[in-house]
C-alpha cells in the first residue's frame, strides 16, 4: 500500500465518520421535534376520546386501508420534500405549519428520523 493510499483510505473513514454522526444528530433532532409537533396526532397510542388511535394515525389508516401504515413512523415513502408539502400546506383536518413554527432544518431532521424510524421497527 502507498502512501497516498494509506492517506486516501483515511481521509475517507474520517469523512464517513463525520457524515454519520451528523446523521445520528440529525435523527435524534428528529425525534424530538417529531415527539413534540408529529406525535400527539401521528404516534402511537389511543385518543384522548377513547379512539383506539391518534387522530392523524386513524384518519392515515383509513385512507390507505392496509396498503399503506397508518402510523407515520413504519412509513418507508417519506422523503423531506413530501414532508414539507404537507406541514407546511396542510391536508385535510390537519393545520399548516410556518417556518416560524417548525423550521425546513426541523423537517429535515424529521425526514432523517422518519427513514431511521421505519427500517428499525420492521426488525
Known sequence: MTNATIV?????CVLTA???????AAI???????????APCHGEG???DGAPLLPGTHALTLKYRGEKPGLLEERT??????IKAFVRNGVASMPPF?????????LDA???Y???AAPRRAR
Do not use: M, N
Open 8 to 12: 486516501v483510505a483515511a481521509f475517507a
Open 18 to 24: 463525520s457524515v454519520s454522526a451528523q446523521t445520528g
Open 28 to 38: 435524534a433532532r428528529g425525534q424530538e421535534v417529531f415527539a413534540h409537533y408529529c
Open 46 to 48: 389511543r385518543g384522548d
Open 77 to 82: 415513502d417519506l422523503p423531506a420534500e413530501l
Open 98 to 106: 410556518r417556518k416560524t413554527e417548525v423550521t425546513d432544518e426541523d
Open 110 to 112: 424529521i425526514a432523517a
Open 114 to 116: 422518519l427513514a431511521d
